[in-house]
């Protein structure tokens, strides 16, 4: 038997997970009524608790991007025709598969960093969440458009503020706006390096740009790479993530 709401694995029966201590609602596997409720009984759906960040949580700008770049040159190749079809793709259907082809390209990224491996048919899952992450990305580029129109640094920092939302939408299987919100809280310790972090990573893009048209399909996943990397390190990954 599982959590309904974090997913961690519980004693049959049990109306209360030992990991996030949540009532667990009539109806999962193995669940029972509250004392003195009648056979089928409904317990009243409950949202899950928001993410709270680690403390002092704080950017890391040279490990992490060093980080990706490991992670992605294992198999550049592979990921430079990821970078390939992401580009074509955006190009062909523009806004629509933005969201979901972000989200597939951090599925990538995460499953090689915990298995060290991933499969091509990998990129695609991320249409498993396509609402959620079309929608995601739709707010994230109004608000940063919003912000980039009064000042650029505003239209930066709003960007930097949401770029783990994708994350927390394929890992802890948030809604767009709950993951929007878990992004902001992890970030808003280290507003000005988490800044730095994303800058970085777009100056490494647009390199990559300058220096050969090419080079941006390297450069354009070690962007996901590091955000995955950084991802594990502050908030890690649930040990019950399937894709």
Known sequence: MFCQFCGAQIEPNSRFCQKCGRAQS??????????????????????????IPPPGAHAQIGHWIGSGWHLVKEELG????LSLLFVLLNGLVPIILQGPLIAGFYIVCTKKLLYGRFELGDFFKGFNFFVAALVASLIITVFTFIGTIFCIIPGLVIAAMYQ??????IDKKMDFWPAMQASHALVKSDYFGFTLFFIAAILLNIIGLICCIVGVLATLPILYAAVTVAYKEMVGFEPTTNF
């Open 78 to 81: 592979v990921f430079m025709l």
């Open 164 to 169: 783990f939302t994708y994350l927390f939408i």
């Open 26 to 51: 009539v109806g999962g596997a193995g669940s029972m009524p509250p004392p003195g409720m009648p056979p089928g009984y409904q317990a009243p759906l409950q949202s899950p608790p928001p993410f």
